[in-house]
C-alpha cells in the first residue's frame, strides 16, 4: 500500500470518528430522568410557569411552539396570548405594537416579547429582539434539559463535525493524488458515497428529538383541528391550537390580527 493509499485509509477513519462522534452529540438522550426525555421530567417554565397547572401536565403552548416551528413560533404564541388580553395589537405594515401592560402573566416569553415592542416591530425583527431572544433561550435551555430538543451547544459542536468529515475525506484524496499513488477508484467508491449520505442525514435532523415528535403527534391526534372557530371558546385552547398546528390556526381563529400583524406565512390565508 503507498503512501497516496495510507493518506486516504487515514482520512477515512478520521471522517467515520467524526461522524461517529457527532451521531453521539446529536442521537445519545439528555432528559433529567436519564431516559428519552419525557414530557414528565419538563420544568415549570416550559409549562408556561403557570400557577395551579398540574406537575404532570405538558409543555405549555409556548413550548410546544418551540418543538414544532423554532423561535418564530414560540414568539406567535407568546404574541397570542399578549393579544388575547389586550396587550398588544397589529399595527401599520404587517407589525405588532404594544397596547397596554402584559396583564397577569408570569410567563417568560410572554413578558420578554411585550418588553421587546418599545415600537412596532415586524414578526422577524421582534423574534430577534435581545429580550425575546433570552426568553426563547431559556426556554430551549429547558426543553433541551428535559430530552425534547438537542442541546444548542451538543447540536452546533455535532453539525460542524458531520460538515467536516467530508472535507477531511476530500483532504485525504487530494493528498493521495498529490503523493502519485492515491487510492484506486474501487476504494473512493467504498468509502465517500457512506460517509456524504452518513454527514447529509446528520445535518438534516431536526433540532426537536424523536420524544418531542412523538408528543406533538400525541397532542395532535388528542386536539385536532377543529373545522369552524365557534368550536373552541377557551382563549388557553386557541393557544394550544396555534402551537400545534401554526399557520391554520392562526387564520382560522385569529384571522385579522394575524393577517394585518404578519403573522402568518402566507398572508392570503383567511379564516371562515
Known amino acids: 500500500m503507498g503512501t497516496?493509499?495510507?493518506?486516504?485509509?487515514?482520512?477515512?477513519?478520521?471522517?467515520?470518528?467524526?461522524?461517529?462522534?457527532?451521531?453521539?452529540?446529536?442521537?445519545?438522550?439528555r432528559g433529567r430522568t436519564g431516559g428519552t426525555g419525557s414530557a414528565d421530567a419538563m420544568p415549570g417554565v416550559a409549562r408556561g410557569a403557570t400557577p395551579g397547572v398540574p406537575a404532570d401536565a405538558p409543555p405549555g403552548p409556548a413550548a410546544l411552539a418551540l418543538l414544532r416551528g423554532g423561535r418564530r413560533a414560540a414568539v406567535t404564541v407568546a404574541l397570542v396570548a399578549l393579544h388575547q388580553r389586550g396587550a398588544v395589537a397589529a399595527g401599520r405594515r404587517r407589525t405588532i405594537r404594544a397596547n397596554g401592560g402584559p396583564g397577569r402573566t408570569r410567563d417568560p416569553v410572554q413578558l420578554g416579547v411585550h418588553r421587546s415592542l418599545r415600537n412596532a416591530l415586524p414578526l422577524r425583527a421582534l423574534a430577534l429582539r435581545p429580550e425575546a431572544r433570552r426568553a426563547v433561550d431559556g426556554l430551549r435551555t429547558?426543553?433541551?434539559?428535559?430530552?425534547?430538543?438537542?442541546?444548542?451547544?451538543?447540536?452546533?459542536?455535532?453539525?460542524?463535525?458531520?460538515?467536516?468529515?467530508?472535507?477531511?475525506?476530500?483532504?485525504?484524496?487530494?493528498?493521495?493524488?498529490a503523493a502519485g499513488d492515491g487510492p484506486g477508484a474501487w476504494a473512493v467508491l467504498a468509502a465517500g458515497p457512506p460517509v456524504l449520505l452518513a454527514a447529509l442525514g446528520l445535518l438534516r435532523l431536526p433540532p426537536a428529538t424523536r420524544a418531542a415528535r412523538r408528543l406533538l403527534a400525541e397532542l395532535r391526534e388528542r386536539h385536532p383541528l377543529p373545522a369552524h372557530r365557534r368550536e373552541v371558546t377557551d382563549g388557553h385552547l386557541v393557544q394550544l391550537y396555534v402551537a400545534l398546528y401554526g399557520d391554520p390556526a392562526l387564520a382560522l381563529f385569529l384571522p385579522r390580527f394575524s393577517r394585518d400583524g404578519g403573522l402568518l406565512d402566507r398572508p392570503d390565508q383567511d379564516g371562515p
Open 142 to 177: 429547558e426543553l433541551g434539559r428535559a430530552g425534547l430538543l438537542r442541546p444548542p451547544g451538543r447540536r452546533r459542536a455535532a453539525l460542524l463535525l458531520a460538515a467536516a468529515a467530508p472535507a477531511t475525506l476530500a483532504a485525504g484524496l487530494l493528498a493521495g493524488a
Open 4 to 29: 497516496g493509499t495510507w493518506w486516504w485509509a487515514g482520512a477515512a477513519g478520521t471522517a467515520w470518528a467524526e461522524l461517529l462522534v457527532a451521531a453521539v452529540l446529536l442521537l445519545r438522550p
